[in-house]
Nanobody, 124 residues
Framework: QLQFTESGGGLVRPGGSLRLSCVASGLTYYAIGWFRQAPGRGREGISCISDRSTNTQYAEAVEGRFTISRDNDKNTVYLQMTDLKPEDTATYYC???????????????????WGQGTQVTVSS
């Protein structure tokens, strides 16, 4: 079971940018997703990436603003966030994701490890 450590969050003004990092020993062979959870809301999948970066997917809410990438030599998955909006405020987590027959991956694996997450706050 992978153990994830997220970092890179912070306080940013609307329209600003942040880059989140997710590190886990041995994540090279796993498809990884980014999830977020705001107070009063359930955890939502926002992006995922296949083990060799041949497939990336995004939730409609972040399409065109966020970019997921990975460096397997560094055991790291990144989420570059631009044009941030107040509604992006949440705690962000990374996790192992399930792959459907059709190749969809915005669903956490049932046995994934959940780290502490990193807080992103977008406010003026």
């Amino acid at each position: 079971q992978l153990q994830f450590t997220e970092s890179g969050g912070g306080l940013v003004r609307p329209g600003g940018s942040l880059r989140l990092s997710c590190v886990a020993s041995g994540l090279t062979y796993y498809a990884i997703g980014w999830f977020r959870q705001a107070p009063g809301r359930g955890r939502e999948g926002i992006s995922c990436i296949s083990d060799r970066s041949t497939n990336t997917q995004y939730a409609e809410a972040v399409e065109g603003r966020f970019t997921i990438s990975r460096d397997n030599d560094k055991n790291t998955v990144y989420l570059q966030m631009t044009d941030l909006k107040p509604e992006d405020t949440a705690t962000y987590y990374c996790a192992s994701v399930q792959i459907t027959f059709q190749g969809q991956c915005l669903l956490a694996a049932t046995d994934t490890y959940w780290g502490q997450g990193t807080q992103v706050t977008v406010s003026s």
